[in-house]
């Protein structure tokens, strides 16, 4: 038998807890096993709840270019390659997108309204050409739009991206900005 314990607290009222009678190991036994359901049950339910707002469903998106006055767009073929592979082979916008672009910049075009770089629909000039945009891509900190510090964009992109990719996404810019060919 396990201990009970009576006693008075400060304002008078009795506390008491009553024994527990046990006997032998079968007593221990059942509230082990008693102790192991609650876990089990707690377990699953954790499961079971945990899961509840992810989403089995996975989407890959594909941004084209707008079509040019009297061309007709072109459906964006699906494809199983993962989003760094689609950049090599697809166009400008495929490479701003997997590049990951929009994530910093602001582009109408792309749809993108990230804001830890500029604005390319407005600091993009009409004297911006596709091998100045180039330039910008590979070298960032050789020419930073007013109010951006240095060192934000990465400066890798000469390397991760193919000179084919770059050329691409300075088009995409170009077409898509005020900036002219």
Request: proline fraction near 6%; hydrophobic fraction near 40%.
């Amino acid at each position: 038998m396990v201990c009970g314990l009576s006693r008075m607290v400060s304002l008078g009222i009795e506390l008491k807890i009553n024994c527990v009678k046990r006997k032998g190991w079968k007593g221990w036994l059942l509230e082990v096993w008693a102790f192991v359901a609650v876990a089990v049950i707690a377990f699953v339910g954790g499961l079971l709840v945990g899961d509840l707002g992810a989403s089995p469903k996975t989407e890959t998106l594909t941004v084209s270019a707008p079509a040019k006055a009297g061309e007709e767009a072109a459906a964006p073929e699906p494809s199983g390659e993962a989003e760094g592979e689609a950049a090599g082979a697809g166009s400008g916008a495929q490479v701003f997108t997997s590049a990951g672009c929009g994530s910093c910049h602001t582009m109408a075009a792309a749809g993108s309204t990230g804001t830890t770089g500029p604005n390319l629909d407005e600091s993009l000039a009409p004297d911006d050409n596709t091998a100045g945009i180039e330039e910008m891509i590979v070298h960032p900190n050789e020419e930073v739009v007013e109010g951006y510090p240095r060192n934000v964009m990465p400066q890798t992109y000469g390397e991760t991206l193919s000179k084919a990719e770059v050329h691409e996404l300075a088009e995409y810019l170009v077409e898509s900005t005020p900036a002219k060919p």
